[in-house]
Antibody
Framework: EAQLVESGGDSVQPGGSLRLSCAAS????????MGWVRQAPGKGLEWVAT????????FYVDSLKGRFAISRDNAKDLLYLQMITLRVDDTAVYYC???????????WGQGALVTVPS | AVMTQSPLSLPVIFGQSASISCRSS???????????LNWFHQRPGQSPRRLIY???VRDSGVPDRFSGSGSGTDFTLKISKVEAEDVGVFYC?????????FGQGTKVEIK
């Protein structure tokens, strides 16, 4: 059974940086595109970024380009999200997700809470 | 593509049916001929779980009370005979145009 476990969530002052990690298990990690989706408290879901199997293709939602960077280490089955210049409105639960195929997500992690206090 | 769900709140009675609409601002038919419209269910305090992909394909283990339909820009999730475990928020998500986008969510609660 595929499993995704996020770590690295924390409270960070505005302007600070944070790196989230996602440990994948139960499947061949380097066979899948991966991504990050976030959910602000009490709000809906928002795509953040996706990355191809080898890491050569990366896509970001326009509003986060330049501040967020997705990467992966296929040797360690790890997915990362590096976030810089954090803002109050970046406060959210960040979910690591597996893209089963084109256009869909089939597995979600339990989420990592990032808090940027005002 | 902007995804618009309605209603945003849906009070239901156990055993009755419910229907959620999801409309896209542009066609979700991909260049490969597929339509990448998904439905997810998020119970309180949990991560979302996929129910349906490619408009109408149910995930393994998803009860056949859930059915998806639609084409182009208009899609529907139907729940026949709502059960207690169905409470939570349902989201549609398009995976045809990057960035992939979600609807605002429809909160299903028991009357």
């Amino acid at each position: 059974e595929a499993q995704l476990v996020e770590s690295g969530g924390d409270s960070v002052q505005p302007g600070g940086s944070l790196r989230l990690s996602c440990a994948a298990s139960g499947f061949t990690f380097n066979n899948y595109w991966m991504g990050w989706v976030r959910q602000a408290p009490g709000k809906g879901l928002e795509w953040v970024a996706t990355i191809s199997q080898g890491g050569g293709d990366r896509f970001y939602v326009d509003s986060l380009k330049g501040r967020f960077a997705i990467s992966r280490d296929n040797a360690k089955d790890l997915l990362y999200l590096q976030m810089i210049t954090l803002r109050v409105d970046d406060t959210a639960v960040y979910y690591c997700v597996r893209l089963e195929a084109v256009g869909t997500v089939d597995h979600w992690g339990q989420g990592a809470l990032v808090t940027v206090p005002s | 593509a902007v995804m618009t769900q309605s209603p945003l709140s849906l009070p239901v009675i156990f055993g009755q049916s419910a229907s959620i609409s999801c409309r896209s601002s542009q066609s979700l038919v991909s260049s490969d001929g597929n339509t990448y419209l998904n439905w997810f269910h998020q119970r309180p305090g949990q991560s979302p779980r996929r129910l349906i992909y490619k408009v109408s394909v149910r995930d393994s283990g998803v009860p056949d009370r859930f059915s998806g339909s639609g084409s182009g820009t208009d899609f529907t999730l139907k729940i026949s005979k709502v059960e207690a475990e169905d409470v939570g928020v349902f989201y549609c998500m398009q995976g045809t145009h990057w960035p992939w986008t979600f609807g605002q969510g429809t909160k299903v609660e028991i009357k």
